[in-house]
């Protein structure tokens, strides 16, 4: 199932790294219960190093037929925790962390998500630098980076915070990507809201030959987060 071009944007758009060997691992069997619809969300995707695999389910079935099911799966070594109208379930499998999210929709229906992650694998590499390989803002720290496969497509997000402002901040990039040969194709400014007034946020659009970077510039609590995607 292909990620919405929202989703891609915000937690994955051109890689400028080759993939690391993170995501030769041989990833065990998810088990799933007769009972649940699953659909692949992405099969190849690193957060901050992490490669994981990312499933949805939908069943016909109560929270507790789910649990029922994985407590039997995995002989009762699970651990559980409920966060708000979430069960959350983990189980680990060797390296890997087995993680099963089931929110309650109706009496008889649940919805959630699986995801596997060598959580528990010693690989130097997922104690790399993250943001390495991209120029950013000179004191910029680097929050998430993320690396996917989707539909044929390689992506890479960041999300940095920075004290400078949104205006400061997208003048900056816009420079830097212009100098490198970037080609921009969207500026735009925050709209007035009614009874907020302007938003300051600013989108930023690049193309360079196959590739494409957007932007996306916001200020929250004395800092700026800027969400570049890589595309290719």
Request: aromatic share 10%; proline share 4%; charged share 25%.
């Amino acid at each position: 199932m292909k990620m919405s071009v929202f989703t891609r944007m915000m937690v994955g758009v051109a890689l400028l790294l080759p993939y690391h060997s993170l995501w030769a691992f041989e990833y065990p069997e998810f088990p799933a219960a007769d009972f649940m619809e699953v659909k692949v969300v992405a099969e190849n995707i690193q957060y901050n190093h992490l490669p994981m695999r990312i499933f949805n389910f939908r069943s016909g079935q109560s929270v507790e037929a789910v649990r029922a099911f994985y407590n039997d799966e995995w002989e009762g070594e699970i651990a559980e925790k409920d966060v708000e109208r979430w069960k959350i379930l983990s189980h680990r499998e060797g390296d890997f962390l087995l993680t099963v999210q089931i929110r309650k929709e109706q009496e008889l229906a649940t919805h959630g998500t699986l995801s596997i992650a060598p959580v528990f694998s010693d690989s130097p590499e997922l104690d790399e630098e993250l943001g390495r390989g991209v120029d950013t803002m000179p004191g910029a720290k680097v929050i998430n980076d993320i690396q996917s496969v989707d539909g044929g497509k390689s992506s890479r997000t960041l999300v940095l915070e920075h004290p400078d402002s949104v205006q400061r901040t997208a003048d900056y990039y816009s420079a830097l990507y212009e100098r490198q040969g970037w080609n921009r194709t969207l500026s735009n400014v925050g709209d007035l809201v009614p009874g907020i007034g302007q938003v300051d946020v600013r989108a930023l659009g690049f193309q360079k030959g196959s590739r494409r970077l957007d932007m996306a510039f916001s200020r929250k609590e004395g800092k700026t987060y800027t969400v570049m995607v890589f595309v290719e």
